[in-house]
C-alpha cells in the first residue's frame, strides 16, 4: 500500500483552518463549489468537479481544532476505501497541517496526479486562510 503526505503551515489559528475544512463556504472556495457538506460524524459529503465527477465522503472524525477524517465511498475506483486526514497543530497562531491521503492499493499515474494535487489543495487552503480567497477547482487553469 502507499500513502501522500503533505505538510502545509498556514500563518491563520487552528479554528480557521478547522473551520475552512468543515463547511460548505469553506470547502467551496478550497476545493469545489459543486458540493453537498455536513458536519456530523457518520455523514456523507459529495463533491462534483465538473461533469460527472462525483466524490463521496463518509465522514469519520470530527475533532474541533485538531483532526478531520473522511472515507472514500464513491469517487474513481483508485480513491474508493482510502482515507483522507487533516491534521492541525497550532502554534503562536500558526497552524500546521498534516494531510494523509492513505492506503492506495498501488502506486500508479493517477496516484502520481493526486499526489499533486493534494498539494494544491493545501495551497487553495493556506490562501484561503490567510487572504479569503482560495483556488476552488472552478478557478483553477492548469
Not at 36 to 62: C, N
Not at 119 to 133: I, Q, V
Amino acid at each position: 500500500m502507499a500513502d501522500i503526505e503533505h505538510l502545509q503551515s498556514i500563518h491563520a489559528p487552528a479554528a480557521d483552518v478547522y473551520k475552512a475544512l468543515t463547511t460548505a463556504e469553506g470547502l467551496a472556495e478550497v476545493w469545489t463549489r459543486e458540493l453537498t457538506v455536513y458536519q456530523e460524524v457518520g455523514s456523507i459529503h459529495e463533491f462534483r468537479f465538473g461533469g460527472h465527477d462525483l466524490t463521496k465522503m463518509r465522514i469519520v472524525t470530527l475533532k474541533p481544532m485538531e483532526k478531520v477524517e473522511w472515507t472514500c465511498t464513491e469517487s474513481d475506483p483508485e480513491w474508493v476505501g482510502t482515507t483522507i486526514s487533516f491534521e492541525l497543530h497550532e502554534r503562536r497562531g500558526k497552524t500546521n497541517i498534516l494531510l494523509r491521503h492513505r492506503h492506495w492499493r498501488e502506486i500508479t499515474d493517477f496516484y502520481r496526479s493526486c499526489n499533486y494535487n493534494w498539494a494544491m489543495f493545501l495551497y487553495s487552503l493556506k490562501t484561503y486562510c490567510e487572504t479569503g480567497r482560495g483556488l476552488p477547482y472552478q478557478d483553477r487553469t492548469f
